[in-house]
């Protein structure tokens, strides 16, 4: 449904997006994930036709974003970060304002608005002035003028920023049952809505698209599996470095009793294991623990985004 080929951005010497390629799926929900300024506003912009790109190209259904950009704007719906609203309106006023400029057939306008109200919970403050409401609401609002004309893709840019919890937790419910019905893009810098809401995470960094894939990927990509062993016993870590599989032996955690929690990595967690426990017997060590642990997607985005 969306091809980005080779997508570049430039504002003036800093390069923001950096000759970026992805496709995304009909009935996807992705999450662009990375640090702040690390080019997913600037991207989400050439998605929407907000922008216009220095080089490469995007389609969505064959059709390109700049070339036919009135024809693409109604196929996307977009929130962007700070949702741009009328806040003198009322919020069932603003809708149907959104709603006529959105080409919707009078006839229909009704009933597309008062969808919006049901799917967005917004019956509460139908007739509240929009700067009267929290910023919870406001992004509700935000939510339904970009949804009003029922596009096939809904595109957010940070939909949970400045939200308390509870807020979040709605958004994101919210995102999950839109991800039945459309193709929907959000990015975010929290990797936890990212895991939670997104069939497939697109890591980017300096403009540049690190990692892809679904949690579960990006995490099977990580350095291999993290070992914990807590061990008791003489010159512990000089041996456990000497052995060819064993990475990046680390202490963790020193015990009272004695023992010293050592975490070490390798291509195998099974061959590391076996290989502890051979060691310990071979000096006489006393192992209380020894327990894998896979890599977090936390664990991921921190190394492919340092730096």
């Avoid at 017997?281 to 006393?286: D, F, L």
Wanted: net charge neutral; aromatic share 6%.
């Amino acid at each position: 449904m969306i091809k980005v080929d080779s997508l570049s951005k430039r504002y003036g010497r800093v390069l923001a997006v950096d000759n970026i390629s992805f496709n995304i799926e009909k009935g996807e929900v992705v999450g662009l994930l990375g640090p702040n300024g690390a080019g997913k506003t600037t991207t989400m912009k050439m998605l929407t036709s907000f922008l216009p790109c220095t080089a490469g190209r995007i389609t969505v259904d064959g059709l390109d974003v700049f070339g036919d950009s009135l024809k693409v704007r109604q196929r996307i719906g977009y929130l962007p970060e700070n949702c741009p609203l009328y806040m003198d309106m009322e919020v069932e006023q603003f809708l149907k304002f959104c709603a006529e400029i959105r080409g919707i057939d009078s006839s229909k306008r009704k009933k597309a608005v008062d969808k919006m109200i049901a799917e967005c919970d917004l019956k509460k403050v139908t007739h509240k002035i929009i700067s009267h409401l929290s910023k919870g609401y406001r992004q509700r609002v935000g939510l339904a003028q970009a949804m009003i004309h029922d596009p096939d893709i809904l595109i957010m840019d940070e939909p949970t920023s400045g939200l308390d919890p509870n807020q979040i937790r709605d958004i994101l419910n919210l995102i999950n049952n839109l991800g039945q019905q459309k193709t929907v893009i959000h990015s975010t810098h929290i990797l936890t809505e990212a895991e939670s809401t997104s069939k497939r995470i697109l890591i980017i960094n300096n403009g540049k698209i690190v990692g892809e894939g679904t949690p579960e990927q990006l995490s099977a990509q990580s350095a291999g599996t993290a070992v914990f062993a807590a061990i008791k016993g003489e010159d512990v870590q000089a041996k456990l470095e000497a052995v060819d599989f064993i990475k990046d032996v680390s202490k963790t955690k020193d015990a009272d009793d004695g023992y010293v929690q050592y975490a070490m990595h390798g291509q195998s967690e099974d061959s590391i294991a076996e290989d502890v426990f051979k060691l310990a017997v071979t000096n006489g060590w006393v192992i209380n623990e020894l327990h894998t642990q896979k890599a977090s997607l936390e664990d991921v985005f921190a190394r492919l985004t340092r730096g």
